[in-house]
């Protein structure tokens, strides 16, 4: 049976993969983290293009039939010029977390965090305003979750301290609805929640994208109707760090992730 394919610059993706294997557990998963090239938050638009369309090439080898790009970067920068190049449906993770986000706010003031490349490109801004164009939005940078997370800080004083300084704009803001514009920052949701206040929104784009792939691949007929998907594990670079950092985003332990040097 063919496989959904997922891509990123590294681990973050795989809160992605898990909301896919929570929702669609019967699908085979195919996913590539670019780990010799990451971040691509840093590169520039021809680059994260460039890399994009290499990964795509890679995943269409092992035979998928939806591509999921499971980093907000490459969404941004890539993704508008890479869909029409290819015939299998491509899936990013701005455009169902921005749906989402402006269902979900009240008072039409949202907020983006992610990393430096996608607040610059202000693809969520832009995609936001296409929705309902009444809307606010309030768009941060927040480098340091990327590197917090990767090292297992989740809480304490100095998460907790950047936090709040990163986040102080979106309270003075008085946005209701926040987009984790990022794979790495669901797993620094309870703080973030936290500071922010119960009562605001925090969107996390894993689950709608699984909500999408979900519609997609009923819409066209190619849900996998037998039972227990296999879920393969590529990498370009470093499969062991890879995997010691996997079971913070994934939930379990990856035994077999693979090294590909001919992407």
Known sequence: MKSIGVFDSGVGGLTVVKELIRQLPNENIVYFGDTARVPYGIKSRETVIRFSIENI??????????????CNTASSLALPVIKNHFRVPIVGVITPGVREAVYASQNKRI?????????KSRTYEIEIKQLDSKVKVKALACPLFVPFVEEGWLKGEVVENVAKSYLKPLKDAGVDTVILGCTHY??????????????????DSAKQVAI????????EDLLNRS?????????????????GLAKRFIGKQLKDVRKVSNV
């Open 111 to 119: 907020g983006v965090i992610g990393t430096k490349g996608t607040i």
């Open 57 to 70: 090439l890679f995943l269409l080898k092992q035979d998928v039939k939806l591509i999921c790009v499971a």
């Open 186 to 203: 669901p797993l620094l949701r309870p703080v973030i929640q936290e500071i922010l206040g119960k009562n605001v929104t925090l969107i």
């Open 212 to 219: 999408e792939v979900k519609k997609i691949l009923a819409n």
């Open 227 to 243: 039972s227990g998907g296999k879920h393969r594990f590529f990498v370009s670079d470093n499969p062991e760090w890879f995997s």
